[in-house]
Structure formats: C-alpha cells, structure tokens
C-alpha cells in the first residue's frame, strides 16, 4: 500500500467513524448514511486511490476538470466502477457533458437545466439520478432553488424523462453556534420529508460536510459531502 493510500485509508476509517458514532446517537445505522467524497481539485491517482480503499462515490465542481479527470481515472484503473456527483452551480452550456459522463446531478435549481439534462442524456444510460439543490438559508451568493418552490419544480423534474428524481441538497450557511446551526438543518428535512409524501421515490437528502456532518446526520441527512477531512487542505482553485 503506498503512502497516499494509508493516508486516504487513515482518513475516510476517522470520518466513517464519526458517522457511525452521529448515526448512533441519533437511534439511526450508520449504513443509512453514504459518503459522498469531494475530489474536486484533487488528481485523478488520489481518486483512484480512495476507490481502492473502499470509496466508491466521487463529487466534481467543475465540468472540464472532471472529465479530464474521469478519462483519466478510466485510463488509470480500466473497470474500476466509480459513482460520478456533479455537486456544482450547473451553466446551460455544460449540461450536455455533465449528462453524458455523471451518475448524479445534486444541483439542479431550474427546469431548463432540467429539461436539458433530460434532452441530452445518452440512451443507453441508466436515468440520471437528480437532486433539487434548495438555497434554505437564502443567501444571495449561494445557488438553489427557494424552499417554496421545491413542490413545483419537483413535480416538473418528476415528469421529465430519462431523470430519476431521488431528493433535495443544501449547503446551510455556515455557523458556529451549534443551535442556529441546527435551525436550517432541520428545515431542509421538513421539506424532504413533504417531497416524500408526494414523490415516494425520493431517498436522498445530502446535507452535511467537514465541519457540520455530526450535526447533519442529527437532522436526518442521508448523505454527507466531506473533502477536507478525507484528502486533506486543497492547494489549488479551479476557475
């Protein structure tokens, strides 16, 4: 085992562990919850070494860089079954890559993205997994749709084909006061579980990263979004 893998092993054992512990006191399995690693700005062999330490979903930010690092990771390991997330704002003249070469979308906040995604995915592909990203904290530098009009574009998204609706994400505001924190996380599970009663389907609620997992889990997340915590201080931005 090289040294990035025992790190990357050393890394996802600690934060799978803090799942297991918030699941438990939270009267939930640790096996409700999936780890959804952020690689964005990471290489495609730091990748290919998390999915050989058990890590088998990966979340991308930025189109260009995940296909560049998808075909590189193909190249890397041929066969290695890997789960692509587009977690990033979605620009209409990038949805026919990001149809074409992810497993899910979790942030679609339009129905002409939708629509677009829905045109543009290959036949010959399992439906594309969606996620209505929802801005709960109403911040105006944050995409997402509103929580009021979560229903509407739910229904839409449902309808289209080649989608397969399958829940909400959000990223709150950061806070450090464990109490206001917990305000928008809970909010966002009240909207999930009013998507559910009309959309039964819906299985998926990823809210939760680095520093507010704990506290996600708490809520009801079904998903966490953890980069730092798994491969460690980012040393470059993508544009």
């Known amino acids: 085992m090289s040294r990035l893998q025992e790190s990357l092993q050393a890394n996802l054992q600690g934060v799978h ?20 690693a952020v690689s964005k700005t990471f290489p495609a062999e730091t990748v290919v070494a998390a999915r050989h330490c058990g890590q088998a979903s990966f979340g991308e930010n930025y189109v260009q860089e995940a296909l560049d690092k998808i075909a590189r990771v193909r190249e890397l390991a041929p066969g290695l079954a890997v789960s692509w997330h587009f977690i990033g704002p979605i620009q209409s003249n990038k949805t026919r890559a990001i149809a074409e070469h992810f497993d899910w979308v979790q942030s679609v906040d339009r129905l002409k993205v939708a629509e677009r995604l829905s045109q543009q995915r290959p036949p010959k592909l399992e439906p594309l997994n969606v996620l209505l990203q929802v801005n709960i904290s109403g911040e105006s530098t944050k995409s997402g749709v509103t929580p009021d009009a979560v229903p509407d574009l739910a229904r839409s998204v449902a309808a289209l084909p080649n989608l397969a609706l399958r829940g909400l994400m959000a990223i709150p505001e950061p806070d450090a006061d464990p109490l206001r924190q917990a305000g928008p996380l809970a909010r966002m599970k009240s909207l999930f579980d009013a998507l559910r009663q009309h959309h039964p389907g819906c299985d998926t609620l990823s809210m939760g990263m680095s520093a507010d997992l704990e506290a996600a889990i708490a809520a009801g997340s079904t998903m966490v979004r953890i980069g730092t915590a798994i491969f460690g201080e980012r040393e470059r931005t993508m544009a």
């Open 17 to 36: 562990e803090r799942i297991t512990v918030a699941a438990r006191g939270g009267g939930r399995s640790a096996d409700e919850i999936v780890l959804l």
